[in-house]
């Protein structure tokens, strides 16, 4: 992940309300649980995170709802290219927001709007999403299928230094309230 997007995030991240600096079956819909002090309700949009352009950006594409500290999230279907790496390979956080958070679909303009009504995100969990089957595009997404899928974060191999995703469930997501550790770098 590019240093501007992990800087993005971990600006989202840092600010959060509480926080401090210091297998995966094709679904239309994942699942979780919220982690920390939330909300009794909220929305959870899916923020992909497209780094092979410069500069890198958000894309929101795919809501649901949060209660009762759990969340689901649908993906209306196909992110569209822009929401993808090379149009081919999206890696999407899910970002806890206030109900009444106006967050269209499409590249993220400002960051800054957004970072006040976010209350949560997945730290060590992103939903995959593969374009079509075939060699890896990435050193680590061979191991996922074609469509929608999800990760969660796996340390880098030896001698490497961005960490990768592994295949997981997509009905055991976590969203962190109060994130005690950083967002994946995956890239």
């Not at 992990?6 to 297998?23: E, F, Q």
């Not at 950006?57 to 709802?65: A, C, D, R, S």
């Not at 990435?138 to 974060?153: E, M, R, T, Y």
């Not at 055991?172 to 890239?187: D, F, H, K, M, Y």
Request: hydrophobic residues 40%.
């Amino acid at each position: 992940m590019s240093h501007r997007i992990r800087l993005t995030l971990a600006i989202v991240w840092m600010h959060l309300p509480g926080c401090d600096s210091g297998g995966a079956a094709p679904s239309p819909t994942v699942s979780g649980k919220i982690e920390g002090s939330a909300p009794d309700s909220g929305r959870v949009i899916v923020l992909w995170s497209v780094v092979a352009t410069s500069p890198d950006y958000v894309y929101k594409f795919g809501e649901g709802t949060a209660q009762a500290r759990g969340f689901a999230v649908t993906i209306p279907g196909e992110p569209p290219p822009d929401a993808l790496n090379d149009g081919q390979i999206g890696v999407g956080f899910l970002v806890l927001v206030d109900p009444a958070a106006v967050t269209p679909d499409g590249k993220v303009m400002s960051i800054e709007a957004l970072r006040s009504m976010i209350r949560g995100i997945t730290t060590q969990h992103a939903l995959i999403w593969k374009q079509q089957a075939g060699p890896p595009l990435l050193k680590w997404d061979g191991a996922f299928p074609a469509g929608l899928s999800c990760g969660q974060c796996a340390p880098p191999p030896a001698g490497e230094r961005f960490y990768q995703f592994q295949p997981t469930p997509c009905n055991g997501l976590r969203i962190e309230n109060q994130p005690t550790t950083a967002v994946c770098n995956w890239s």
